[in-house]
């Protein structure tokens, strides 16, 4: 029997190593091929979306990420996991795009809450590629999304 997280039993456990290696070189062959798609066809998918993206390589979105995450002090505001190093629109800029440098509109977040309030978002407020906006009222608040996540199921904290 294999001992999770391992992928080898104890008599084959040698492999091991071998096993990551090969693992972690075809995730970095892979994940370049994948970058770029996501970002030259998903992520520019049309000319509002490039505008959205295009904000990120600008000094003042620099300077306010770093501002929030000094703010929050690289704690995710939606689980308390420290260290995060990710800054997120509250409300999606996609939804109201007049908030897009508004740092009440920021907050930080690790990966997997991003992740998973990515999902919600496109549920609640009909974002994301092929899905239509919605109209409900804004959530201001990381507190309540995460509270509204929970009571969809969509996140265990």
Known sequence: MVQLPNHYCAKHFEHEAEYLANR????????????HKYNNVTRYRNDTKSK?????KTKTWSVIRQQVLDRDHYVCEYCGQPNSRTVDHIV??????????SIDNLATICRECHRL?????????????GNHLKNVPE???????????????????
Do not use: C, L, V
């Open 24 to 35: 972690q070189r075809w995730a970095r062959a892979h994940s370049k091929q994948y970058q």
């Open 52 to 56: 959205q993206y295009q904000f990120y």
């Open 92 to 101: 999606p800029i996609e939804y109201d795009e007049q908030r897009m440098a």
């Open 117 to 129: 309030k990515t999902q919600w978002e496109q549920s609640y407020y009909g974002t994301g590629k």
């Open 139 to 157: 959530i201001h608040s990381a507190k309540e999304i995460t509270r509204q996540m929970k009571n969809d199921g969509r996140f265990r904290n």
